[in-house]
C-alpha cells in the first residue's frame, strides 16, 4: 500500500489540476506491476517498477526503438527512474489471447502480428540490443534441468544424462546461433499482444503512415513486455508467437501463417532461408530452446515465487517440446531423456 501511495502522489505532482481513479491493470512474472489512471476524457498506464529489482532504462530505450519501427509501444510519456515509475499510453485491456479465445479471426490477427513483427526486424541494426549469445542461451537453457528436473520432478540426472544434456545443449546453440540474426522482443506471444479495437488517444506517429488513420489502430497489434528485447535469431520471435504456451493451433494452421511470414519476409529483403523447408527447421530448434526455458522458468515461478497458475501451462510446452524432438536425428538424445524421465515414475509435463 506505501508503494502504490507513491505512485499516486507521483501521479498528481504530473497531473495537479485533474481527478483521475487508480486501479490494477495487470501483473507479469517480474516486480513490474501496472495500474489503469482513469481521467474523466483518457486512461494511462502507470509502470511500477521498484528500482531496487527493476531497472526502467532497458525497457524506455527499446520503446524507442521499436516505436521509431512503426509498431505500437505504449508511448513514454513521463518516468522517474529515481522511484521506478514510468507513464505509459494505454493499449487496452484485450490481449490476443482473450481475442483469440472470444472468436476473433486467427488469420487475421496473426497476420497483423507478423506484419509488426517485420516492421521491428527491418529496424534492426547491430549493437543497440545486448546479443542473444551462446552464454545467454545456454543459461537459459540450464534451467530446465536446475529448475523443471531437479525441482519440478525431484529427479536427480546421473552422471551420463547430464553428459547427454550437455551434448544436445551444444546441438542446439549452434544451430540456432548460425541463423541470421535481428531484433528478438523474447516473449512475442498471445498474452503481450494486445487487440485494439479503437483509435489511440493521442498516439505517436508511425513511421510511413498517417497517425489518424484509424484501420491502423483497428488492425496492428499493441507490442507489451519487451524491456528484454535483444539482438538474434531471426526465427525466435515466431517460435513464441506459434509455439505458444498458452494456445494451441493445428500444424497445418501453423505451417500456412509461417509461409505467409516467410513471403512477406522475403519481398521485404530480411534475411529469412531461402528454402521453406530449411526456414522451418531453423523454426523448430530454435523452439526447442525456448521450451527448455519455458519448462525452467514455469516451474522456478511455482517453487520459487510461489506463482501456480503456470503449472497448467506445462503440458503444452512439454507437448511442443517432445515433437520437435521426434523429427530430428540430432535432437533424438534428448527425446531419449525425457522418456527415461517419464519412466522413472513421472509423467513428464504433468506434475503438479
Not at 513490474?32 to 531497472?55: C, G, K, N, W
Not at 479465445?101 to 497476420?111: D, F, I, K, S, V
Not at 489518424?212 to 525466435?236: C, M, R, W
Request: proline share 5%; aromatic share 12%; glycine share 4%.
Amino acid at each position: 500500500m506505501q508503494r502504490q501511495q507513491q505512485l499516486a502522489t507521483w501521479l498528481h505532482s504530473q497531473f495537479p489540476n485533474e481527478n483521475f481513479t487508480l486501479a490494477p491493470a495487470s501483473a507479469d512474472a517480474s516486480f513490474r506491476r501496472y495500474f489503469r489512471a482513469t481521467f474523466a476524457d483518457r486512461s494511462l498506464i502507470v509502470m511500477d517498477a521498484p528500482p531496487q529489482h527493476e531497472d526502467c532504462r532497458p525497457f524506455l530505450h527499446i520503446a524507442q526503438l521499436f516505436e521509431a519501427a512503426g509498431v505500437h509501444v505504449p508511448h513514454v510519456y513521463a518516468q522517474d527512474l529515481e522511484q521506478g515509475f514510468l507513464l505509459l499510453s494505454d493499449l487496452g485491456n484485450i490481449t490476443y489471447l482473450q481475442a483469440l479465445c472470444g472468436g476473433t479471426a486467427a488469420h487475421e490477427l496473426y497476420g497483423a502480428a507478423t506484419d509488426a513483427l517485420i516492421k521491428i526486424q527491418l529496424a534492426s541494426r547491430e549493437n543497440e540490443l545486448p546479443p542473444y549469445d551462446e552464454a545467454l542461451l545456454l543459461r537459459e537453457m540450464r534451467l530446465f534441468p536446475e529448475w523443471y528436473i531437479a525441482k519440478h520432478l525431484n529427479i536427480t540426472l546421473t552422471d551420463k544424462q547430464h553428459a547427454k544434456l550437455k551434448e544436445v545443449f551444444a546441438r542446439i546453440i549452434a544451430h540456432n546461433l548460425a541463423q541470421p540474426r535481428v531484433y528478438v522482443h523474447r516473449d512475442y506471444h498471445s498474452r503481450n499482444l494486445m487487440y485494439i479495437e479503437r483509435p489511440l488517444l493521442n498516439p505517436p506517429p508511425l513511421a510511413g503512415e498517417e497517425a489518424n488513420e484509424k484501420s491502423n489502430f483497428l488492425t496492428s497489434p499493441g507490442i507489451l513486455d519487451f524491456q528484454d528485447a535483444v539482438y538474434g535469431p531471426i526465427t525466435y520471435d515466431l517460435a513464441s508467437l506459434f509455439k505458444d504456451a498458452y494456445i494451441h493451433w493445428e500444424e497445418a494452421e501453423i505451417i500456412d501463417w509461417l509461409i505467409r511470414y516467410w513471403e512477406k519476409a522475403r519481398k521485404a529483403g530480411l534475411p529469412v532461408a531461402k528454402d521453406f523447408s530449411e526456414f522451418y527447421r531453423d523454426y523448430e530448434w530454435m523452439g526447442v530452446q525456448r521450451h527448455l526455458k519455458v519448462l525452467g522458468i514455469f516451474a522456478r515461478l511455482y517453487h520459487r515465487d510461489g506463482k501456480d497458475g503456470y503449472l497448467k501451462d506445462l503440458p503444452l510446452v512439454m507437448a511442443y517440446l517432445r515433437t520437435a524432438c521426434a523429427r530430428y536425428i540430432d535432437l533424438k538424445p534428448l527425446l531419449n531423456l525425457l522418456d527415461e524421465l517419464e519412466s522413472s515414475g513421472n509423467q513428464v509435463g504433468y506434475t503438479f
